[in-house]
């Protein structure tokens, strides 16, 4: 039998001292079930640290992506306090492997949400929505892994940022997105490469994390996926994501 707590021991060791790992399905092979169980109980050693559990990622959410790893279904992780950086803070390299950003949208709920909602529904649940931007890292050698070494590995949600917090009826459909470093731009999308629409990532994520027991929670914030293609961090980066209508979100990168 596949040793799910030794395989969550080796992620979580992995990610907390910026260390990379080979593949772990270069060793084994994992099923769904058996990935997002390796995240739970990596996560579970987090909360035994003291971090505490403040919201949800979604990743694969542009159609491009999911045909590039060949997969149907979007993937999900955990998003803890010790992951959210100050706006306009700096992030420091050291705590990551292979730091890249990528400009989000993000939700704030007023009330729970879980199961099969409508996106009428799911939008009832939402307090307001936020530019934001995502930090994602793999803790894997050469940024090489499978889907669920991916889903394993928290679904490389490492850090993230939110803006200035706007009303829930904010149309957030397709909203133009520029993410600039040093001032010059170097990814030019929109919010529509999420599923079309933002909102049908916070439908999806409500959906997926019922299947693993869970709800997603009043007051936590759920990450609806990248607008464009996540950028490489690199010292000394100063990175802004504008979002159409929404402000600005931005941070330095430190040693």
């Excluded at 039998?1 to 994992?30: C, F, G």
């Excluded at 159609?63 to 959210?84: F, N, P, Y």
Aim: with cysteine.
């Amino acid at each position: 039998m596949t040793d799910l707590k030794a395989l969550a021991r080796l992620v979580d060791d992995a990610a907390r001292q910026a260390t990379a790992i080979p593949q772990l399905t270069q060793s084994v092979p994992l099923t769904v079930e058996e990935a997002y169980a390796i995240q739970s109980l990596s996560l579970d050693r987090r909360y035994d640290r003291g971090e505490r559990r403040v919201g949800t990622k979604m990743g694969l959410t542009s159609r491009a992506k999911m045909q590039q790893v060949g997969v149907s279904e979007m993937i999900w992780g955990r998003l803890t306090d010790a992951m959210r950086l100050e706006e306009g803070g700096a992030l420091s390299l050291k705590s990551f492997v292979h730091p890249r950003a990528e400009p989000e949208i993000a939700f704030l709920l007023r009330r729970p949400l879980a199961g099969r909602v409508s996106a009428a529904e799911a939008l009832s649940a939402v307090e307001a929505v936020a530019p934001a931007i995502e930090i994602i890292d793999s803790r894997y050698r050469n940024f090489a892994f499978t889907w669920a070494d991916v889903v394993a590995d928290n679904s490389s949600s490492s850090a993230f940022l939110v803006g200035g917090w706007h009303p829930a009826s904010t149309d957030v459909a397709n909203l133009g997105i520029v993410v600039s470093v040093d001032g010059r731009p170097v990814q030019i999308g929109s919010t529509a490469a999420i599923l079309g629409h933002p909102l049908r990532s916070l439908v999806a994520a409500a959906r997926l994390v019922e299947s693993a027991g869970e709800r997603l929670e009043e007051g936590s914030i759920i990450l609806a996926g990248g607008a464009t293609a996540a950028h490489p961090l690199a010292a000394g980066m100063h990175v802004r994501a504008e979002t159409q209508a929404m402000g600005c979100v931005s941070f330095t990168v430190g040693e």
